[in-house]
Structure formats: C-alpha cells, structure tokens
C-alpha cells in the first residue's frame, strides 16, 4: 500500500513539474527564428500615404486631437475618492471650454477622441463641440480599458457599446479610432475592420501617414501616426504617488513641437499633435498652444483639419479604395 502511494506520489509530482515547465516562457533566444519575429509581422506599415499635395495645394496637412478622458482615466482603475475625480472634472470643466475658444478664435477644426462613459457624463460638453458644426468626435474605447487585458470577445463587445453610445449622442457614426493609452491587440485590426473604421491614430511606425497591414495584407485603413514627441502629457503629466515629477516648461515644448512642424512642413506631410482637455486645458499651457497656432498660420497653405478629413482627402487621393 505505502509503495503505491509513493509510486502515485512520484507521478503527481512529474507531471506537475513537466506542465509547469511547459507553461513557462520561453527566453527569446530559445525561440525559433519564426517563433521570434511572428509578432512582428502581424501588424506593419505598408506604403507611405503622403498624398503628392494637400487641398488648395497646401503643403502640410495639421490635425489637432484631443483626448476627453475626464473622470474614466481614474474609474477605469477603480480610483473613485473624489478629489482624484475632481483633477478629472477639470479637463471638462476648465479644458474644454478653453479649447473650444482657442479653436473659435483661429476658425480651426480638430478632433476629440472620447470614451463613452465620458461622453455619457459630460454630454453638455460634446453638445458645445457638436455646435461648433467643424469638429469631429472619434471612438476612445468605453471606460479607457486597458486594451491588452481584453479577451477578443470582451474588445468587440465594448467597441459595439462604445460605438452605439457615440453614435447616440452625437447623431453620426464615428469613422475614426484611437486605443486607449494607444494599445493594440493581435485581434484590435480586424475589429477595427468588422466595424467599418476609415482611419486610426495610436500606432507608431512612422510620421507620415501610411496603409496599416495585417498579416503582411493591405487593411486599406488608413494610420495617422502618433508620437510621444507629440503628446501633452509626458511634458505635463504629474503623478505624485509613482514619484514622476517631469514636468517641463510650456516653452520647452513649444520649440519641440514647433521643430517638429517646421520638418513636417519641409517635408510635405502631417502634423498631428495628441492632446488632453485635463492638461492641455490649462492656463500656462493653452497660451503655449495659442502660440504654436500662430506660428504655423504665420506660414502660407497650412491646411488644418479633423483626422476625418485628412484621411479621406488621402483615401480619395491615393485611391486606396480602389486596392482593397
Ligand atoms: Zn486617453
């Protein structure tokens, strides 16, 4: 009897230990060549979507977006003290109504990407950028969910509910998207397609626009590139509890971002600038902008638009359509 239980033992224990073995990760250099670069080939920049000009023979295309996070950056945490909502309530509050002045002010349209639970609680506010009759409202996830920890199921069934929502409260269906925090599953394409976006605006791989590629096949969706170079808020953001005090100066960033219209103008593409009502929003800072808007009006055939446009004016213009 006790042999058996040490023979039973001894089992338990070997398949334990080679299914444990098993579960871990390989090293990366433990893989195979394919086993390495699979990830790499799943989502590509294809060709470069440069039109050869801009409407009116313009010689630089500028999309300025803002992303209306409000109160769903600390709820998608489960943050829910009220004075961590009140940091938040500042960017709908004191931001947005700043921005839309700034954008009155200068006739300037831009493009705010909104998570539904923020557009569900500041619909006042998406009715006043609505009213201004040029800006576009693109899809920013639902509550800002961390896209990574999502199953397949659960990332369609909030880009369904999110796409609802906005298209509830905005009467139109939006045709842009931008991942919250800019992160992208190996499924986030093709339910990027299922749903019938022209565009998206939270990949990398360049500074000008160009075709995104699946599985090394034309998606015929357009990428608007982003940058941290060209975010508010590495420069602003301030997190007292993770200790990251980096905060720099507004002129600093003006001539980071101004260098980088100025490459962007020389060389004939875009400029796309990512911004936040909750840092952007504030004083110090949207003088800075206003700064930066003057000096690009201060150059000739500037054409500013909403990513909307300035995707289908490259759709219509490289025939992309057509290559599906
Ligand atoms: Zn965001």
Avoid: C
Avoid at 18 to 31: A, C, M, R, S, T
Avoid at 179 to 200: A, H, R, V
């Amino acid at each position: 009897m006790k042999k058996i239980a040490i023979f039973f033992f001894i089992l338990f224990f070997l398949i334990f230990y080679v299914y444990g073995e098993d579960q871990k990760e390989k090293k990366p250099w433990h893989l195979s060549l394919e086993e390495l670069i699979k990830p790499v080939t799943l989502i590509r920049a294809g060709k470069d979507l440069t039109p050869d000009s801009w409407p009116n023979g313009s010689k630089v295309a500028v999309g300025l977006s803002f992303d209306f996070d409000a109160e769903t950056i600390y709820l998608r945490k489960n943050i829910k003290d009220p004075a961590s909502l009140s940091r938040a309530e500042y960017g709908a509050r004191a931001g947005i109504p700043r921005i839309l002045n700034l954008l009155d002010k200068y006739n300037i349209p831009a493009t705010f990407f909104v998570p539904a639970v923020s557009a569900i609680l500041h619909q006042d506010k998406i009715k006043e950028i609505l009213s201004r009759e040029k800006h576009e409202i693109g899809i920013h996830g639902w509550v800002h969910e961390p896209i990574p920890q999502l199953s397949e199921e659960e990332e369609r069934e909030l880009m369904k509910k999110a796409i609802n929502t906005l298209t509830k409260i905005t009467g139109k269906k939006p045709v842009g998207y931008r991942s919250p925090s800019w992160y992208f599953n190996p499924q986030t394409l093709p339910i990027l397609k299922e749903f019938g976006f022209i565009y998206d605006s939270s990949l990398m791989a360049d500074d000008k626009p160009y075709e995104i590629l699946f599985k090394n096949q034309r998606t015929g969706i357009v990428e608007l590139p982003v940058e941290w170079l060209l975010d508010d808020f590495p420069y602003f953001g301030f997190n007292w509890q993770s200790g990251l005090h980096n905060q720099r100066s507004s002129e600093d960033v003006f001539t980071i971002w101004k260098a980088e219209f100025d490459k962007a103008y020389e060389e004939g593409t875009i400029f796309i600038l990512t911004m936040h009502p909750h840092v952007i929003g504030h004083r110090s800072r949207i003088l800075m902008l206003e700064k930066l808007i003057r000096y690009m009006k201060s150059h000739p055939k500037v054409w500013f638009a909403t990513h909307e446009q300035i995707a289908r004016y490259i759709i219509q213009a490289r025939n992309l359509k057509q290559a599906d």
